[in-house]
């Protein structure tokens, strides 16, 4: 389910690359030119996951600096513009609850994605909670000063707010230049998420294969220590899923993503009542008061998002999850028979594998 939400999620950068260029290239608004252009940047992208972790966070890194300067500039061209009683408008009427509340759990999810690269990071003890101290702070400077100066700058028309508006905001405070350089930050910060969420999503395969839970074949690795199989899987999946809207993307991943979550949720409690000693690369502290504690507010908002899911996308995830639990059995029955090769698994290994637990598990 969390492979699969990844892949799901993956699908929506493209869109949302497309979606920024669309209003300066009419043409890219659909047919295909847009469906051409969607598969040429996801093989494009996919390329650089395929060359190796190094590449992967140096683009990111520097496509993270580019996408928020344009923001930064916006924001203080737009100080004699800006009207703070534009900020207190409260117009609740004919809102979409479902996509709002959708939108704004899929902005703030994935924070436990990092944990499946862990094994690649170097002194993750260390690097991970900064890491995630950092991100939290750009997260949320990024959100709010943007959404400050674009409320405060232009009076609000909330059908106007659709993916790519700021592109609009930009051209009414900066001018056609400023317009421009937010439409190429914003569509290259797609790129940053893709190839960051690729990557996760690929050794996230890989891991299974290594602990026996998929095909010895997912295990494989490029020369350059990526996981092949892992990338190509999730590559096509993405290439599948194109076509999607973004309101039908996010809607199904955050369903799947939820779910998927609660499993994670119950396994990190249990990991930390019934071994609570075992060697961990990254420890959450707080002890088992504390861990389940920490719990229950993300499982309320997680019970709200399942409970304005669409009937739709309840279908369609149920489906998917079904067919999860049905291709467990079946993947055993395959490893019985010899059918496929898995991992073989001694028992020096079950106990490594008790030890190198998921380190948000802690």
Not at 31 to 36: L, N, W
Not at 72 to 96: H, N, Q, T, Y
Not at 229 to 258: D, H, K, R, T
Not at 298 to 320: D, G, M, R
Request: glycine residues 8%.
């Amino acid at each position: 389910m969390k492979w699969l939400s990844g892949v799901i999620d993956n699908a929506l950068y493209p869109v949302l690359f497309l979606d920024y260029l669309k209003s300066g290239i009419p043409a890219l608004g659909g047919g295909v030119p847009r469906t051409i252009l969607a598969w040429a940047l996801t093989v494009v992208l996919t390329c650089l996951n395929y060359r190796g972790l190094t590449i992967v966070g140096t683009v990111a890194v520097f496509l993270g600096i580019f996408s928020l300067l344009p923001f930064v500039v916006m924001g203080f061209l737009s100080i004699p513009d800006l009207k703070p009683s534009r900020w207190c408008v409260a117009d609740l009427e004919d809102v979409d609850w479902n996509l709002n509340l959708n939108t704004l759990f899929w902005n703030l999810n994935y924070w436990d994605s990092i944990s499946t690269l862990a094994g690649e990071v170097e002194n993750p003890r260390r690097t991970l909670p900064k890491a995630l101290f950092y991100a939290l702070i750009l997260v949320v400077l990024g959100y709010f000063f943007p959404l400050l100066s674009g409320t405060g700058a232009v009076p609000l028309n909330r059908e106007l707010w659709t993916d790519g508006y700021f592109s609009d905001i930009a051209e009414i405070v900066g001018g056609l230049w400023l317009r421009w350089w937010l439409q190429a930050a914003a569509a290259m910060s797609n790129m940053g998420m893709f190839v960051a969420e690729m990557s996760s999503d690929s050794f996230q395969l890989l891991g299974m294969a290594e602990r026996g839970m998929l095909p010895e074949f997912f295990g494989k690795r490029s020369r350059y220590g990526t996981p092949l199989i892992g990338i190509l899987f999730s590559a096509s999946g993405v290439i599948l899923l194109s076509w999607l809207s973004f309101q039908e993307i996010v809607a199904a991943e955050n369903f799947l993503y939820c779910f998927g979550m609660i499993l994670e949720f119950v396994a990190f409690m249990l990991l930390r009542i019934k071994q609570p000693n075992a060697s961990r690369p990254y420890r959450i502290p707080g002890g088992t008061a504390g861990a389940v504690a920490m719990c229950i507010p993300p499982t309320i908002l997680i019970c709200v998002v399942l409970a304005f899911s669409t009937n739709k996308v309840l279908v369609i995830s149920l489906i998917v999850v079904l067919i999860g639990l049905v291709m467990q059995p079946c993947l055993k029955i395959m490893e019985e028979k010899r059918w496929l090769k898995f991992s073989v698994r001694s028992e020096l290994q079950d106990l490594h594998n008790q030890e190198s637990i998921h380190p948000f598990l802690g």
